[in-house]
Each structure stands twice: as C-alpha cells, then as structure tokens.
C-alpha cells in the first residue's frame, strides 16, 4: 500500500497579522500533497469567520494541494469562544472539530465541543482530538472503533511536561492500534519536541516507531495504512469497553 506524507509545522505562537506577513514564504515551503497539521492556537487572537476571512482565505490556499489540519484557533461565535480546529481540502473548508475537555485556564472561557468529528476521504480516515481531549481515553477509542486510522492532534505543552505528554501519545497509539502526530509550537514556554507514533506488528504482536522533532521547524513523516490492518481490527472486537459520546462522520 502506498504511504501517505505527513508534515507537521511547529509554529511559532504569533498575532495574526504577523501571521498573514508570513504568507508567501510559508506558500512557497508548503507541501504539495499529503497532510499538513499546525499546532493548537498557534494565533494569539480571538477571530470570527466574517471578521478574519483574509486568515480563513489563507488557509484555504494552503491547502490547495493538501489536507490542512489547521492546529486550532480562538474562533468567537454566538457570544461563545470555541478552541476549534479546521480541516481544509484542497482550497475548500472540510469542517471542523472543538476542543471537548478545557484544559485549567480555558474552563470557563472556552465552550466545550459535545461531537467527535471523523474526517474520511479516499486516502484516509482520521480524528483531531486538540490538545488534552487525548489525556483520556474515551476520543481515541471511540474514533478507533469509529474507522479513524491516524490522529492529528494540535497540542501546547509546556516544556517541562514533555515526558508525560509523550506518554500520553503512545499509549493512546499502542491502546488504539492505530498511528498519530501530536504538534507543539517552538515558542520558548513550549519549545517544540512534536511526536510522531506509528503502530507496526511484529511476532503477532504490536510494536512502536517514535520520532521526536526537537526544535526543527517542519518535518515530514511517511504513514502506511498496511502496517497493522489486522492488529487494528482485532484490537477493536478484543476490548470490553463501553464509552458514550456522540459522534458524526465527515465524508469529503
């Protein structure tokens, strides 16, 4: 089976006019095919779809050649304030997916998403989880046995909680059978460190491949599907758990 490029960004935190000045070196950088995930509020502003449409119009035309996980943004609706991450496909806005569980300060600021989203397409079917809503299990799992195959999750984690976040990844990966990125911004307070899981078998059993980023400013991973096709399913019927959680499916 033919391998998929995932390219995560670690992008600096920063404004969104210095974000937009970016532009075209940013354009000229990009990939032209596969995924491509920024990491969680990567914007220092609020937004609103009709306010900042020139940031929307730009992320569309990243994404003219790829699938765009957005990391997540601020965005203001109905009075509310969502910590929303947006999927764009080739120039055209998939959907979107809210942060479910706010994490110490958001409370109370942030509205929770109530629906995990899954995001299937020809190439692949995924979830993107922001940030803590992949501390606990109940995401992953239900978007496992839900068909999701990868996870995109946008994160801010502080430098001195890296072990543990990285813990937190590959136990979801190794629990779920499946594969996921986790993208941290190289901002100082964060510093970087993205992790990338993949799940493999090996001696009927399941094995992980992790690479670490450190501070570079992109990297590129490649994923294949083939890799545990029966290990995933199998994982699936095996396990006695009960989670309920509403959960919808995008097709595009």
Same mark, same amino acid.
């Given at each position: 089976?033919?391998?998929?490029?995932? &390219?995560?960004?670690?992008?600096?935190?920063?404004?969104?006019? #210095?974000? @937009? /000045?970016?532009?075209?070196?940013?354009?000229?950088?990009?990939?032209? /095919?596969?995924?491509?995930?920024?990491?969680?509020?990567?914007?220092?502003?609020?937004?609103?779809?009709?306010? #900042?449409?020139?940031?929307?119009?730009?992320?569309?035309?990243?994404?003219?050649?790829? *699938?765009?996980?957005?990391?997540?943004? @601020?965005?203001?609706?109905?009075?509310r304030i969502y910590n929303r991450s947006y999927v764009f496909h080739l120039g055209k806005t998939v959907g979107y997916q809210d942060k479910i569980v706010p994490f110490?300060?958001?409370?109370?600021?942030?509205?929770?998403?109530?629906?995990?989203?899954?995001?299937?397409?020809?190439?692949?079917?995924?979830?993107?989880?922001?940030?803590?809503?992949?501390?606990?299990?109940?995401?992953?799992?239900?978007?496992?046995?839900?068909?999701?195959?990868?996870?995109?999750?946008?994160? @801010?984690?502080?430098?001195?909680? $890296?072990?543990?976040? $990285?813990?937190?990844?590959? *136990?979801?990966? @190794?629990? +779920?059978?499946? &594969?996921?990125?986790?993208?941290?911004? *190289?901002?100082?307070?964060? +510093?970087?460190?993205?992790?990338?899981?993949?799940?493999?078998?090996?001696?009927?059993?399941?094995?992980?491949? /992790?690479?670490?980023?450190?501070? +570079?400013? /992109?990297?590129?991973?490649?994923?294949?599907?083939? +890799?545990?096709?029966?290990?995933?399913?199998?994982?699936?019927?095996? #396990?006695?758990?009960?989670?309920?959680?509403?959960?919808?499916?995008?097709?595009?």
């Amino acid at each position: 089976m033919s391998e998929i490029n995932i &390219s995560a960004y670690q992008l600096q935190i920063t404004k969104k006019e #210095d974000f @937009l /000045k970016q532009s075209d070196e940013l354009l000229d950088d990009f990939p032209r /095919k596969g995924f491509v995930i920024f990491p969680e509020r990567f914007l220092l502003d609020t937004i609103g779809e009709d306010e #900042d449409r020139d940031i929307f119009q730009f992320l569309k035309d990243l994404s003219q050649r790829v *699938t765009l996980i957005a990391g997540s943004l @601020l965005v203001r609706e109905n009075d509310r304030i969502y910590n929303r991450s947006y999927v764009f496909h080739l120039g055209k806005t998939v959907g979107y997916q809210d942060k479910i569980v706010p994490f110490s300060r958001e409370r109370g600021r942030i509205t929770p998403g109530r629906t995990i989203k899954i995001f299937s397409s020809e190439k692949l079917c995924f979830a993107v989880p922001v940030c803590y809503d992949l501390d606990f299990p109940f995401f992953s799992k239900l978007s496992a046995v839900h068909g999701a195959r990868f996870i995109f999750n946008p994160s @801010l984690i502080r430098r001195d909680f $890296h072990e543990e976040w $990285h813990q937190y990844m590959i *136990t979801r990966a @190794l629990e +779920n059978r499946i &594969s996921l990125v986790s993208v941290n911004s *190289t901002t100082d307070i964060f +510093n970087g460190d993205s992790i990338y899981v993949e799940t493999y078998e090996e001696d009927e059993g399941v094995r992980i491949r /992790k690479t670490i980023m450190g501070r +570079n400013k /992109k990297k590129t991973f490649k994923f294949s599907l083939g +890799n545990i096709s029966d290990k995933f399913m199998q994982r699936i019927a095996e #396990d006695p758990g009960v989670y309920s959680f509403p959960v919808k499916k995008i097709f595009y």
